[in-house]
């Protein structure tokens, strides 16, 4: 009987660690697709589908920046690096012509590249901060332990895995329902930019975080400026048809949301709470932006209204529960 006790309380405890990467597994594509508005919720099924994409590619970036000690701006990086491989490799959004029969690459095209330039910054943005850096942020700030690894070596193991499967079927899933292929001079320009860009994550992430006087707005300023400026880039990128100009503006609202958030995040008074509001702010972006927004699933106006209420309302009970949890941390 005691031996039996001991052996099985560390794997009570391993399971409890680990339960903060499986919610952020099923978390990213929740973010990513439903509360986006992209798939209603007719559709839920989709989610085991997306789940080893979205939620394997946000899980390995956290665990690995969080195994080595590395912040945010790495996060940010690798998520990039994902947005890179999904729409370059998985879907070939980035080059496809006719991708989905949008011709989205259209407006703003770069012939050389076979690139359209608004929806290259719009679709990677939208990876970059949705679909992974916020949902790692949220399930962050409901953990107890925020800043440390939740998996060991075979959880690991296990969600590179569910990774690797993931890219490989929706790979499949593209080449078999649409005959377009990126040429060999793209296939490699997308091998480069991942290994440049993780490559940046390792040089930022190794560098000791620079802190700076001066003082930070309260969180809830700090959420509101989120909000705005993720809305107004959201609104710029719902003109991709305008092109040049989509693309000049939705570039300038990045380099705005840049500079504002790392001066503020390099100054002695930011927090979690901060960092938590920064990323509500954004994850209601999508709550609003949802419903203005058609499905690429087919499904009634009624059922897709009432499926954006639903995801918006569970964004903001998840938000307001970690904002519960997050600031019981920064009091302590």
Known sequence: MTKTNVVAAPRRS???????ALGLFFLSPMVAEFLLGNIPISALFALAGLAPLYGGGAVLIRE??????????????LALAYGVIEEGITTQSLFNPNYAGLR???????????????????VLGLHT???????????ES???????????????????????VGVVATTAF???????????????????????????AVLVGRRAPRRTSGSVPAAW??????????????????????????AAVSLA??????????????????????????????MLTYAWHAFPESPVFDASRTVDLIGNAVFALLAVALLISATIRCDKFVRS
Request: one cysteine or more.
């Open 14 to 20: 391993g399971v409890r660690r680990g339960l903060p």
């Open 253 to 282: 609202i990045d380099v705005l949301a840049i500079g504002l958030f790392v001066a503020w995040s390099r100054r002695a008074g930011w927090t979690r709470m901060h960092a938590l509001a920064a990323a509500g702010g954004a």
């Open 104 to 122: 989205l690459l259209d407006p703003g095209h770069i012939s050389f590249l076979g690139m359209g330039a608004p929806w290259t910054l719009m």
């Open 174 to 200: 593209g080449y078999t329902n649409d005959s377009f292929r990126a040429s060999v001079g793209q296939n490699l320009g997308v091998a480069v930019a991942v290994a440049v860009l993780i490559a940046l």
């Open 142 to 164: 409901l953990s107890r332990r925020p800043r440390e690894p939740w998996l060991g070596k075979l959880g690991l193991s296990v969600y590179a895995v569910l990774f690797v």
């Open 129 to 139: 901060l949705w679909s992974i850096t916020v949902p790692i942020v949220v399930m």
């Open 64 to 77: 690995v920046a969080r195994r080595r000690g590395w912040g945010y701006p790495s996060i940010l990086i």
């Open 221 to 246: 300023i700090v959420g509101v400026a989120a909000l705005v400026i993720s809305s107004g880039w959201m609104l710029a990128n719902d003109e991709l048809k305008n092109g040049w100009l989509c």
